[in-house]
């Protein structure tokens, strides 16, 4: 079992081996089918488990290896929701996609990603986190011609999403994230109702609850949204004093190479930090020392013990050795930090 602080974890997502599915891409189609693919999936989570584990990280997870994307492959396991149909939507005020369209009551009719979580509890002896969409990012990947609300929709996900939650956390994950990168951008709707379906999502968890919100992937849609949001991205400032009041243990954030003023962490107290140390927009790979530079900019407000050194985001766009690199840098980087904490006896 780990102790020492600066444990380090990522994001999200992993590139997937090009056996598997399309590099580089989102949504990008299986080149395996039917049993083939079960063991492909059983594989690929066996080699990022392996990249994370020489990479020293410490909370590992399975890279979202069994999953085409982040949040749909979670939404078509449930009824209600067709995806014969799609219609064009923007996401996040950003970008168009063709995404599925909520018909009826929405409904989880089995257990999604349990087994999945089981194996990866099996697959290694570290600490594991697995990672589920949040209510909002889930209302806002889909269309929807039946509830007639973004709220209604979004507590009929929350419930939807605890009882995955808890039957995850029965398999012997360690920490649950619910991504909310929605939370970046509906600063009204986050206020209103966001926070409370976030936490009846993690309702009666007794493992680790974790929020992750970023500024997304490292694709062109997002690259270009950041160049228009000026010299301060002052977003977090919108929802960080919610979430210090919510139940919610854990905050997932961007800082590596962005222009979030590191001192916004100080509105988290409380908290525990995961301080994105990994730019995953570029292909460039961080040097030990730049994200020890990092880190040891979250430690003037936030104490080591609740600093957690991560990604950005997801990195499933990028190329498998830069991902591998950005981890060997990640993992060195907060090495770096803990040997300045060991203080002489």
Not at 60 to 73: A, I, K, N, P
Request: aromatic residues 8%; charged residues 25%; contains cysteine.
């Amino acid at each position: 079992m780990t102790t020492h602080a600066l444990q380090t974890t990522i994001a999200g997502s992993l590139p997937k081996p090009s056996w598997l599915a399309t590099p580089n891409a989102l949504w990008a189609p299986w080149l395996l089918e039917g049993d083939t693919l079960a063991e492909g999936v059983r594989d690929a989570v066996r080699l990022v488990l392996r990249d994370q584990e020489q990479a020293g990280i410490d909370i590992v997870s399975d890279g979202e290896q069994s999953r085409r994307h982040f949040v749909t492959t979670f939404i078509e396991a449930l009824e209600g929701v067709d995806f014969e149909h799609k219609r064009t939507v923007r996401i996040r005020n950003r970008y168009d996609a063709d995404v599925p369209v909520v018909v009826g009551p929405v409904a989880r009719r089995a257990p999604v990603f349990v087994e999945a979580a089981r194996f990866l509890r099996s697959a290694t002896e570290r600490k594991v986190k697995f990672t589920l969409p949040g209510p909002m990012t889930m209302v806002d990947t889909l269309h929807d011609a039946h509830y007639g609300s973004r709220e209604k929709l979004a507590w009929a996900f929350a419930e939807i999403l605890n009882d995955e939650a808890r039957a995850i956390e029965a398999a012997g994950v360690d920490v649950i994230q619910f991504d909310e990168p929605a939370f970046n951008v509906y600063f009204d709707e986050v206020r209103d109702w966001g926070i409370r379906t976030l936490e009846r999502a993690a309702q009666g968890l007794r493992c680790t609850t974790a929020v992750h919100i970023c500024y997304g992937y490292g694709i062109k849609a997002n690259i270009e949204w950041k160049k228009t949001l000026g010299a301060e991205w002052r977003q977090y400032e919108q929802t960080f004093p919610l979430l210090a009041q919510s139940a919610i243990r854990q905050v997932s954030l961007e800082c590596a190479n962005s222009h979030v003023p590191i001192d916004l962490i100080e509105l988290l107290a409380g908290k525990d930090v995961l301080v994105g140390a990994i730019d995953v927009a570029t292909e460039r790979v961080e040097t030990p020392e730049e994200v020890a530079a990092t880190i040891r900019s979250a430690l003037r407000f936030v104490p080591a013990e609740r600093l957690f050194p991560c990604t950005n985001c997801g990195m499933v766009p990028l190329d498998r050795g830069v991902a591998r690199d950005k981890l060997r840098s990640l993992g060195a980087g907060a090495a770096l930090v803990r040997s300045e904490l060991v203080r002489p006896g």
